[in-house]
């Protein structure tokens, strides 16, 4: 399994922007698929996940403004962020589980600052 994240940037406070993470399997058949990130200085964290069994999990600081999202057809989850702050600058990645083996993504990096 290969995943590929895309769409990070540098964003203004306030802005929105969209990560993808396309993967080279069937997404449909993957136990979940998911968001972490990595500030500098800190350790990796959960940011959404959505499993295949349906609903997503979120952390609770970032609910309200994130949204993951899936498109089966083309083997893609989504990651929608508005209003960004500054201190959701980070290399987020696209985590995959697939009968308990794990994949990763190579990163993307969002930078929120005016």
């Known amino acids: 399994v290969q995943l590929q994240a895309s769409g990070g940037g540098l964003v203004q406070p306030g802005g929105s922007l969209r990560l993808s993470c396309a993967a080279s399997g069937n997404i449909f058949s993957f136990d979940y698929m998911g968001w972490y990130r990595q500030a500098p200085g800190k350790e990796r964290e959960l940011v959404a996940l959505i499993p295949r069994i349906g609903g997503t999990v979120y952390a609770n600081s970032l609910k309200a403004r994130f949204t993951i999202s899936r498109d089966n057809a083309k083997n893609t989850v989504y990651l929608q962020m508005n209003s960004l702050k500054p201190e959701d600058t980070a290399v987020y990645y696209c985590?995959?589980?697939?009968?308990?083996?794990?994949?990763w993504g190579q990163g993307t990096q969002l930078t929120v600052s005016s």
């Open positions: 985590k995959a589980e697939i009968l308990r083996s794990v994949y």
